[in-house]
T-cell receptor, first 110, second 111 residues
Framework: GIQVEQSPPDLILQEGANSTLRCNFS?????LQWFHQNPWGQLINLFY???GTKQNGRLSATTVATERYSLLYISSSQTTDSGVYFC????????????FGKGTKLSVIP | ETGVTQSPTHLIKTRGQQVTLRCSSQ?????VSWYQQALGQGPQFIFQ???????GRGNFPPRFSGLQFPNYSSELNVNALELDDSALYLC??????????FGPGTRLTVL
Protein backbone atom coordinates (compact mmCIF):
# COMPACT_ATOMS: atom_id res chain seq x y z
CA GLY A 1 0.00 0.00 0.00
CA ILE A 2 0.88 3.65 -0.18
CA GLN A 3 3.45 4.99 2.29
CA VAL A 4 3.20 8.41 3.93
CA GLU A 5 6.19 10.03 5.60
CA GLN A 6 6.00 13.23 7.60
CA SER A 7 8.85 15.43 8.74
CA PRO A 8 10.02 16.57 11.13
CA PRO A 9 8.59 14.21 13.75
CA ASP A 10 8.91 16.85 16.45
CA LEU A 11 9.13 20.63 16.30
CA ILE A 12 9.47 23.20 19.05
CA LEU A 13 8.82 26.84 18.18
CA GLN A 14 8.84 30.13 19.97
CA GLU A 15 5.52 31.92 19.74
CA GLY A 16 5.48 34.11 16.65
CA ALA A 17 7.84 31.93 14.61
CA ASN A 18 7.02 30.37 11.24
CA SER A 19 7.30 26.70 10.31
CA THR A 20 6.99 24.29 7.41
CA LEU A 21 5.79 20.71 7.79
CA ARG A 22 6.35 18.21 5.01
CA CYS A 23 4.43 15.16 3.82
CA ASN A 24 5.87 12.76 1.24
CA PHE A 25 3.81 9.96 -0.27
CA SER A 26 4.91 6.99 -2.33
CA UNK A 27 2.31 6.92 -5.10
CA UNK A 28 0.07 9.29 -7.03
CA UNK A 29 -3.04 10.40 -5.16
CA UNK A 30 -6.31 12.11 -6.02
CA UNK A 31 -6.81 13.72 -2.67
CA LEU A 32 -4.87 14.72 0.40
CA GLN A 33 -6.03 16.02 3.76
CA TRP A 34 -4.15 17.83 6.52
CA PHE A 35 -5.45 17.58 10.08
CA HIS A 36 -4.57 19.09 13.44
CA GLN A 37 -5.13 16.79 16.41
CA ASN A 38 -5.73 18.77 19.56
CA PRO A 39 -4.72 17.56 23.04
CA TRP A 40 -8.15 15.98 23.53
CA GLY A 41 -7.75 13.81 20.44
CA GLN A 42 -10.10 15.59 18.07
CA LEU A 43 -8.92 15.69 14.45
CA ILE A 44 -9.64 19.10 13.00
CA ASN A 45 -9.76 19.48 9.22
CA LEU A 46 -7.24 22.00 7.98
CA PHE A 47 -7.07 21.44 4.24
CA TYR A 48 -8.46 19.14 1.57
CA UNK A 49 -5.84 19.73 -1.08
CA UNK A 50 -5.19 17.17 -3.84
CA UNK A 51 -3.11 19.75 -5.72
CA GLY A 52 -2.27 23.43 -5.78
CA THR A 53 -2.17 25.92 -2.94
CA LYS A 54 -4.77 26.97 -0.39
CA GLN A 55 -4.68 29.47 2.43
CA ASN A 56 -6.75 29.82 5.57
CA GLY A 57 -5.64 32.64 7.84
CA ARG A 58 -2.15 31.96 9.18
CA LEU A 59 -2.09 28.50 7.61
CA SER A 60 -1.48 27.56 4.03
CA ALA A 61 -0.80 24.33 2.19
CA THR A 62 0.70 23.35 -1.12
CA THR A 63 0.49 19.95 -2.78
CA VAL A 64 2.71 19.07 -5.74
CA ALA A 65 1.04 15.86 -6.82
CA THR A 66 3.50 15.14 -9.64
CA GLU A 67 6.39 15.17 -7.17
CA ARG A 68 4.40 13.39 -4.43
CA TYR A 69 4.68 15.84 -1.59
CA SER A 70 2.67 18.40 0.31
CA LEU A 71 3.75 21.23 2.59
CA LEU A 72 1.88 22.87 5.46
CA TYR A 73 2.98 26.38 6.41
CA ILE A 74 2.20 27.91 9.77
CA SER A 75 3.00 31.57 10.17
CA SER A 76 3.15 33.66 13.35
CA SER A 77 2.61 30.54 15.45
CA GLN A 78 0.49 30.70 18.60
CA THR A 79 0.39 28.39 21.62
CA THR A 80 -2.99 27.12 20.44
CA ASP A 81 -1.25 25.72 17.34
CA SER A 82 0.37 23.08 19.54
CA GLY A 83 -0.64 19.50 18.86
CA VAL A 84 0.00 16.85 16.25
CA TYR A 85 -0.37 17.55 12.55
CA PHE A 86 -1.30 14.64 10.29
CA CYS A 87 -1.23 14.26 6.56
CA UNK A 88 -3.46 11.60 4.99
CA UNK A 89 -3.98 10.19 1.50
CA UNK A 90 -6.16 7.40 0.04
CA UNK A 91 -4.81 3.89 0.56
CA UNK A 92 -4.76 3.15 -3.15
CA UNK A 93 -6.14 4.04 -6.54
CA UNK A 94 -9.90 4.45 -6.35
CA UNK A 95 -9.85 4.04 -2.59
CA UNK A 96 -11.61 6.39 -0.19
CA UNK A 97 -9.91 4.94 2.84
CA UNK A 98 -7.28 7.15 4.39
CA UNK A 99 -3.70 6.26 5.20
CA PHE A 100 -2.07 8.57 7.72
CA GLY A 101 1.53 9.52 8.34
CA LYS A 102 2.93 9.32 11.86
CA GLY A 103 2.43 13.03 12.34
CA THR A 104 4.49 16.03 13.34
CA LYS A 105 4.22 16.99 17.01
CA LEU A 106 4.37 20.77 17.29
CA SER A 107 4.98 22.54 20.58
CA VAL A 108 4.70 26.34 20.58
CA ILE A 109 6.17 27.93 23.68
CA PRO A 110 5.38 31.46 24.88
CA GLU B 1 -25.16 21.90 10.72
CA THR B 2 -24.38 19.20 13.30
CA GLY B 3 -20.92 17.70 13.22
CA VAL B 4 -19.88 14.10 13.80
CA THR B 5 -20.66 12.86 17.29
CA GLN B 6 -19.45 9.74 19.08
CA SER B 7 -20.44 7.96 22.25
CA PRO B 8 -19.32 7.15 24.79
CA THR B 9 -16.38 9.49 25.37
CA HIS B 10 -14.46 7.04 27.52
CA LEU B 11 -14.90 3.35 28.24
CA ILE B 12 -13.13 0.82 30.43
CA LYS B 13 -13.53 -2.89 29.74
CA THR B 14 -11.76 -6.09 30.74
CA ARG B 15 -10.17 -8.68 28.48
CA GLY B 16 -12.67 -10.97 26.79
CA GLN B 17 -15.57 -8.55 27.02
CA GLN B 18 -17.45 -7.06 24.09
CA VAL B 19 -17.91 -3.36 23.34
CA THR B 20 -20.12 -1.25 21.06
CA LEU B 21 -19.13 2.25 20.02
CA ARG B 22 -21.53 4.62 18.30
CA CYS B 23 -21.20 7.37 15.74
CA SER B 24 -23.65 9.86 14.28
CA SER B 25 -22.56 11.21 10.94
CA GLN B 26 -22.61 14.84 9.92
CA UNK B 27 -25.87 16.03 8.39
CA UNK B 28 -26.01 15.22 4.67
CA UNK B 29 -23.22 12.61 4.78
CA UNK B 30 -23.77 9.02 3.64
CA UNK B 31 -20.40 7.39 4.34
CA VAL B 32 -18.88 6.47 7.69
CA SER B 33 -15.34 5.25 8.29
CA TRP B 34 -13.82 3.94 11.51
CA TYR B 35 -10.19 4.29 12.56
CA GLN B 36 -8.13 3.02 15.49
CA GLN B 37 -5.40 5.25 16.88
CA ALA B 38 -2.88 3.76 19.28
CA LEU B 39 -0.87 6.08 21.50
CA GLY B 40 1.78 7.96 19.53
CA GLN B 41 0.63 6.63 16.16
CA GLY B 42 -1.47 7.87 13.27
CA PRO B 43 -5.01 6.54 12.86
CA GLN B 44 -5.34 3.11 11.21
CA PHE B 45 -8.29 2.38 8.92
CA ILE B 46 -10.66 -0.32 10.23
CA PHE B 47 -13.57 -0.27 7.76
CA GLN B 48 -15.95 1.98 5.88
CA UNK B 49 -19.71 1.87 5.35
CA UNK B 50 -21.52 3.41 2.42
CA UNK B 51 -25.32 3.28 2.26
CA UNK B 52 -25.44 0.52 4.88
CA UNK B 53 -22.94 -1.75 3.10
CA UNK B 54 -19.32 -2.40 4.06
CA UNK B 55 -17.19 -0.61 1.49
CA GLY B 56 -13.68 -1.70 2.33
CA ARG B 57 -11.83 -3.10 5.30
CA GLY B 58 -8.37 -2.62 6.74
CA ASN B 59 -6.11 -5.19 8.34
CA PHE B 60 -8.29 -5.95 11.37
CA PRO B 61 -9.59 -9.37 12.50
CA PRO B 62 -13.25 -10.40 12.12
CA ARG B 63 -13.95 -9.69 15.78
CA PHE B 64 -14.09 -6.06 14.66
CA SER B 65 -17.47 -5.62 13.00
CA GLY B 66 -19.79 -2.78 12.18
CA LEU B 67 -23.17 -1.60 11.06
CA GLN B 68 -24.58 1.43 9.34
CA PHE B 69 -28.22 2.37 9.83
CA PRO B 70 -30.69 3.98 7.40
CA ASN B 71 -30.02 7.39 8.99
CA TYR B 72 -26.30 6.78 8.23
CA SER B 73 -25.29 6.52 11.87
CA SER B 74 -22.96 3.63 12.63
CA GLU B 75 -21.75 1.20 15.25
CA LEU B 76 -18.37 -0.43 15.76
CA ASN B 77 -18.45 -3.71 17.69
CA VAL B 78 -15.40 -5.44 19.08
CA ASN B 79 -15.68 -8.95 20.53
CA ALA B 80 -13.26 -10.81 22.78
CA LEU B 81 -11.37 -7.65 23.74
CA GLU B 82 -7.60 -7.83 24.01
CA LEU B 83 -5.22 -5.51 25.85
CA ASP B 84 -3.90 -4.21 22.49
CA ASP B 85 -7.39 -2.99 21.61
CA SER B 86 -6.83 -0.11 24.02
CA ALA B 87 -6.84 2.95 21.76
CA LEU B 88 -8.71 6.02 20.59
CA TYR B 89 -11.45 5.00 18.16
CA LEU B 90 -12.32 7.66 15.62
CA CYS B 91 -15.32 7.86 13.36
CA UNK B 92 -15.33 9.97 10.21
CA UNK B 93 -18.19 10.84 7.92
CA UNK B 94 -18.18 12.09 4.36
CA UNK B 95 -20.39 12.58 1.37
CA UNK B 96 -19.68 9.87 -1.19
CA UNK B 97 -16.30 9.13 0.38
CA UNK B 98 -14.73 12.51 -0.35
CA UNK B 99 -13.36 14.88 2.33
CA UNK B 100 -13.71 13.16 5.69
CA UNK B 101 -14.73 14.87 8.93
CA PHE B 102 -13.90 13.28 12.26
CA GLY B 103 -15.74 12.98 15.52
CA PRO B 104 -14.13 13.56 18.93
CA GLY B 105 -13.37 9.87 19.41
CA THR B 106 -13.99 7.22 22.05
CA ARG B 107 -11.07 6.32 24.28
CA LEU B 108 -11.20 2.60 25.10
CA THR B 109 -9.11 1.09 27.86
CA VAL B 110 -8.93 -2.70 28.16
CA LEU B 111 -7.68 -4.02 31.50
Amino acid sequence: GIQVEQSPPDLILQEGANSTLRCNFSDSVNNLQWFHQNPWGQLINLFYIPSGTKQNGRLSATTVATERYSLLYISSSQTTDSGVYFCSVPRGAGSYQLTFGKGTKLSVIP
Amino acid sequence: ETGVTQSPTHLIKTRGQQVTLRCSSQSGHNTVSWYQQALGQGPQFIFQYYREEENGRGNFPPRFSGLQFPNYSSELNVNALELDDSALYLCASSLNSNEQFFGPGTRLTVL
